[in-house]
Nanobody
Framework: VQLQASGGGLVQVGGSLRLSCAAS????????IGWYRQGSGNQRELVTT???????KYADSVKGRFTISRDISKNIVYLQMNNLKPEDTAVYYC????????WGQGTQVTVSS
């Protein structure tokens, strides 16, 4: 199982970015798939995940600003991030649970003020 993350970059406060996570298998076969992040000096934390039955989990800090979605035909999971804040600066990791946890490589998101 491979997860390939992309879409990070530098954005100003209040801006938007969309991250993509391309999976090597059908995204509906993952018990959960989504995103974690790790800021400098911090532990890796949940951002959001989605289940095959569309059960969503969001960190309180991103509710109302971030949206997870998926394109089943392309096996891609997206993270739309709006109204970005400096505290959103982190390395974002694509995550999927298929029997065990799988992690993609991180993509850096930097929000400048």
């Amino acid at each position: 199982v491979q997860l390939q993350a992309s879409g990070g970059g530098l954005v100003q406060v209040g801006g938007s970015l969309r991250l993509s996570c391309a999976a090597s298998r059908n995204v509906l076969t993952f018990k959960a798939i989504g995103w974690y992040r790790q800021g400098s000096g911090n532990q890796r934390e949940l951002v959001t995940t989605i289940s095959p039955g569309n059960q969503l989990k969001y960190a309180d800090s991103v509710k109302g600003r971030f949206t997870i979605s998926r394109d089943i035909s392309k096996n891609i999971v997206y993270l739309q991030m709006n109204n970005l804040k400096p505290e959103d600066t982190a390395v974002y990791y694509c995550y999927g649970h298929f029997g065990t946890d799988y992690w993609g490589q991180g993509t850096q998101v930097t929000v400048s003020s």
